[in-house]
Nanobody, 123 residues
Framework: QVQLVESGGGLVQAGGSLRLSCAAF????????AGWFRRAPGKEREFVAA??????STLYADSVKGRFTISKDESAVYLQMNSLKFEDTAVYYC??????????????????WGRGTQVTVSS
């Protein structure tokens, strides 16, 4: 079973950029479809971005389309976040699953989750 560990979160001003990484331990993440989700204070968890196990198909929430880019290599899944907004403030979680082939926005389809990394955008 793979274990996921997120990193790269922090405090950034609105308009700035951050790159989140999700390192996989125990099995190559190239075998998994993966996604990023986030939970803002007082809100439900929401989908952010997902990538197929081959890496050639991606899916984005409308709120981040054109600003965020998901990618992956043998060892990690990444989320490049540009033009950050105050409303992007949240704990960001990566997730992965062996059974998914196409990118999925459905949290219940992912079996493995990281513990999250905090992203705070100051206005």
């Amino acid at each position: 079973q793979v274990q996921l560990v997120e990193s790269g979160g922090g405090l950034v001003q609105a308009g700035g950029s951050l790159r989140l990484s999700c390192a996989a331990f125990g099995r190559a993440v190239s075998m998994y479809a993966a996604g990023w989700f986030r939970r803002a204070p007082g809100k439900e968890r929401e989908f952010v971005a997902a990538i197929s196990w081959t890496g050639d198909s991606t899916l984005y929430a409308d709120s981040v389309k054109g600003r965020f880019t998901i990618s992956k290599d043998e060892s990690a899944v990444y989320l490049q976040m540009n033009s950050l907004k105050f409303e992007d403030t949240a704990v960001y979680y990566c997730a992965a699953d062996l059974a998914i082939t196409n990118p999925s926005a459905l949290a219940h389809e992912y079996d493995v989750w990281g513990r999250g990394t905090q992203v705070t955008v100051s206005s």
